[in-house]
């Protein structure tokens, strides 16, 4: 009998071979389980920091202007805050029937590495007088950007991550809708910066350019500062 290879029964103990082989079974897979959990982790896309407070409405008083995407200019100084409307669309005829006013504009804040929007609620005419507001544009030169072209309130937080071949048809669907399209690159030393996107005329991104959203592509014209943003007015979208 001692030559004979062991067997197992269920109501005795295992035998020692088999035991061993068992207990290196599960530990194999356990790893393997493991190991492909720690992968898939590591291969998501970084979410970014965008951020959309839904919890409370904010309310903030300025200057409505729209040279071309309708903006508030805080009557502290700070960076202008982008206005749109609740989904895919710009905002409510109530913020452009005050282009050029004072006014305060209620909404919910999107904000990513200090660049605001507000999903616009409410809006109301402010007391200032909201009279010409000095905008003039300081020139950064021209460039050739590889970046992608972004929706900027999916990127600003309402979408995690709000960019890629995934988010295209999002994307899309914003810009068309009236949502400012930007985009998103970092420079030599890791610094990431944000422009908007216009037309070399510095008019709104034109329909025909909407199909290179979402998609590698090399941004070629004039970058510009303006009420705390940069522009980038676009010669040449290339993929």
Do not use: F, N
Not at 17 to 39: C, F, Y
Not at 202 to 222: H, K, N, Q, Y
């Amino acid at each position: 009998m001692s030559g004979r290879p062991g067997i197992y029964v269920i109501y005795r103990p295992l035998p020692a071979a088999m035991l061993t082989l068992v207990l290196a079974a599960v530990g194999a897979l356990a790893g393997l389980m493991l190991g492909t959990a720690a992968a898939a982790a590591l291969g998501q896309r970084d979410p970014g920091t965008g951020v959309w407070d839904t919890s409370s409405a904010i309310t903030l008083s300025g200057t409505i202007v729209a040279e071309p995407y309708p903006m508030l200019l805080p009557d502290d100084g700070a960076a202008g805050v982008l206005l749109v409307g609740v989904g895919k669309v710009g905002p409510p005829q109530e913020v452009l029937d005050l282009i050029g006013s004072s006014a305060s504009v209620t909404g919910y804040r999107l904000e990513r590495d200090g660049m605001r929007m507000l999903e616009v609620q409410s809006t109301s005419a402010g007391e200032g007088s909201g009279g010409p507001i000095a905008r003039t544009p300081a020139d950064r030169g021209e460039h050739a950007i590889a970046t992608e072209i972004l929706d900027s309130k999916c990127y600003l937080g309402a979408m995690k991550p709000g960019s890629g071949e995934g988010h295209q048809a999002c994307a899309i669907l914003c810009v068309r809708g009236g949502i400012p399209p930007m985009i998103s690159w970092s420079d030599a030393a890791g610094v990431r910066h944000y422009a908007l996107l216009t037309t070399a005329g510095g008019e709104p991104m034109r329909d025909e350019d909407t199909s290179l959203i979402a998609e590698p592509v090399v941004v070629t014209g004039t970058l510009t500062a303006r009420d705390g943003w940069l522009w980038m007015a676009a010669d040449r979208i290339e993929r």
